[in-house]
Nanobody
């Protein structure tokens, strides 16, 4: 499984970005998908996760109400819509995949596959 994330960039505080992560796998709808992020000098942290069908989602408290995770199984792609961005959202964002589970994991070890990351920089 290969995951290719894109959509990062430089945005002012209060702005929006949409990240995409395309998966090269024929059974994409069997994977729980998630986004994590790692800010400079900090540990990687969970951002959001979405179930196979997209019917269930889970968010970190720090992004709840501002970020929305979604997926298009026909396109093998998961998205992260980020609104009302803050400087503290600055980080490398990674997408991750967990095969054939019903658990929306929040730890890195819960996920089997990782993308290369895309940098989001929010200026104040």
């Amino acid at each position: 499984v290969q995951l290719q994330a894109c959509g990062g960039g430089l945005v002012q505080a209060g702005g929006s970005l949409r990240l995409s992560c395309a998966a090269s796998v024929s059974t994409f709808s069997s994977y729980v998908m998630a986004w994590f992020r790692q800010a400079p000098g900090k540990e990687r942290e969970f951002v959001a996760a979405i179930s196979w069908s997209g019917g269930s989602t889970y968010y970190a408290d720090s992004v709840k109400g501002r970020f929305t995770i979604s997926r298009d199984n026909a396109k093998n792609t998961v998205y992260l819509q980020m609104n009302s961005l803050k400087p503290e959202d600055t980080a490398i964002y990674y997408c991750a995949a967990d095969y054939f589970t019903r658990v929306l994991g929040t730890k890195g070890v819960d996920y089997d596959y990782w993308g290369q990351g895309t940098l989001v920089t929010v200026s104040s």
